[in-house]
């Protein structure tokens, strides 16, 4: 699975705003439903079921990264949004340390395999170095969607 298939372009935002983890979460919802990747109507069952994920265990899985994920009914297609802070938002992460880029994941709770390959293809190029600090410093979308385009075409990003 391609990440620059899944991740919404208009639901980038490089510069969040909160640095507290739920009105993180909330942000992204709203450049997804900015973006007309979900409808209105589903920003806060999603949000809330974020939530409930994070209380089961925290996505922020180290080294100032974290993928919240949510399976949901009511979605055509699986849908990415990513989060950069530069203050770093504290997500209770398993190396306690602050993250700087977030992948909402939200994917139709009827296609597991579909979540299951995309949680793949963002851990496999998150478990990556040079990914990592190549999206901590993009400046712009325009700099995400190339780092995320070469990822997917297999170039050494890592």
């Known amino acids: 699975m391609k990440l620059r ?3 919404v372009e208009k639901a980038i935002i490089t510069s969040l705003q909160s640095s507290k983890r739920d009105e993180v979460l909330g942000e992204l919802l709203d450049a997804l439903v900015a973006a007309d990747a979900i409808g ?7 949000l809330k079921e974020a939530l409930k994920r994070e ?4 996505t922020g899985f180290g080294h100032g990264v974290a993928v919240p ?14 989060g950069i802070s530069d203050a770093g938002v504290d997500f ?14 939200i994917s139709p709770e ?8 995309a949680m793949e293809a963002i851990f496999g190029n998150l478990s990556k ?10 400046a712009d979308v325009k700099e995400i969607i190339t780092l995320l385009e070469e990822a997917d075409a297999g170039q050494s990003v890592g």
């Open 5 to 7: 298939e899944i991740v």
């Open 40 to 46: 209105a109507d589903r920003r806060d069952p999603y």
């Open 55 to 58: 209380r089961k265990g925290s």
């Open 69 to 82: 994920h949510v399976k949901a009914s009511g979605l055509d297609r699986l849908t990415v949004a990513i």
């Open 92 to 105: 209770n992460a398993l190396d306690k340390q602050p993250v700087h880029s977030i992948f909402l994941l």
């Open 110 to 117: 009827e296609r597991p395999e579909e979540h299951i390959d």
């Open 129 to 138: 170095d040079q990914f990592r600090r190549f999206l901590r410093q993009a």
